[in-house]
DNA sequence: TGCCAGGCCCTCTTTAGGGCCTT
């Protein structure tokens, strides 16, 4: 019995910059709880990475040094967000970016989690591939999206990849007969080549 | 001083290069 893709905890990090591995660290964690395809809790802090961040990164998303000083640290604020996710499968837009940030924030405090991750991105390429872009404020625009003016800033992106996600979801069962699409099936789906795509939801109706 | 992400995906591809995404 897989889980249902309905039931997933969409969360997005504001970060330093590009790159763990060249030291960057998270300052922002924002994450919604979606069961049955309700929000039933939501996650939010900021974090201080011991360090200042670069002015592209404050304009960038408006979170600022000063803000930052007054935050709690990253491990003690990851702390708490491993708790929140439990064991819980994860979904992020351009999922790679955000899973890299979690592991190494979560090595750094010796933590790990069960859950898999799944991509809003690569879901999107492939269910809407005449969208000439698939940034998440462009896709916010193209499928008009609820949300309140704010982007790049963790809780309102995740809020709005969480219904990215369950309108992609849906959209399996209002447009492909899918019913009920689990979370393994938009793993999968990621992983079609977009040619093929047409094919596959066929072949699991 | 010079270095500078990683994964996906397409194509004028696979002995490679470059655009798209994330901050």
């Known amino acids: 019995m897989t889980a249902p893709a309905t039931s997933a905890i969409v969360l997005d990090f504001e970060t330093t910059g590009l790159s763990p591995n060249q030291g960057d660290r998270a300052i922002e964690i924002g994450a919604v709880k979606l069961?049955?395809?309700?929000?039933?809790?939501?996650?939010?802090?900021?974090?201080?990475?011991?360090?200042?961040?670069?002015?592209?990164?404050?304009?960038?998303?408006?979170?600022?040094?000063?803000?930052?000083?007054?935050?709690?640290?990253?491990?003690?604020?990851?702390?708490?967000?491993?708790?929140?996710i439990g064991d819980a499968n994860l979904v992020a837009h351009n999922a790679s970016f955000d899973k890299r940030f979690l592991d190494a924030e979560l090595d750094l405090i010796g933590k790990g989690y069960g859950?898999?991750?799944?991509?809003?991105?690569?879901?999107?390429?492939?269910?809407?591939?005449?969208?000439?872009?698939?940034?998440?404020?462009?896709?916010v625009a193209y499928h008009n999206i609820a949300n309140d003016g704010v982007f790049h800033r963790a809780l309102a992106d995740a809020e709005v990849t969480a219904s990215l996600w369950l309108l992609l979801v849906n959209s399996l069962t209002e447009n492909h007969a899918i019913a009920q699409p689990s979370f393994e099936l938009m793993q999968k789906l990621a992983k079609q080549p977009k040619a093929s795509v047409g094919k596959f939801l066929t072949k699991h109706k």
Do not use: W
């Open 35 to 84: 069961e049955n395809g309700q929000v039933v809790d939501r996650f939010q802090s900021l974090m201080n990475p011991g360090f200042r961040v670069s002015s592209f990164i404050e304009g960038y998303t408006g979170i600022t040094n000063n803000m930052l000083s007054h935050a709690p640290s990253c491990d003690e604020v990851m702390s708490e967000f491993v708790d929140f």
């Open 115 to 139: 859950g898999e991750f799944a991509c809003s991105l690569l879901v999107s390429r492939r269910l809407n591939q005449e969208a000439n872009s698939h940034k998440l404020g462009d896709l």
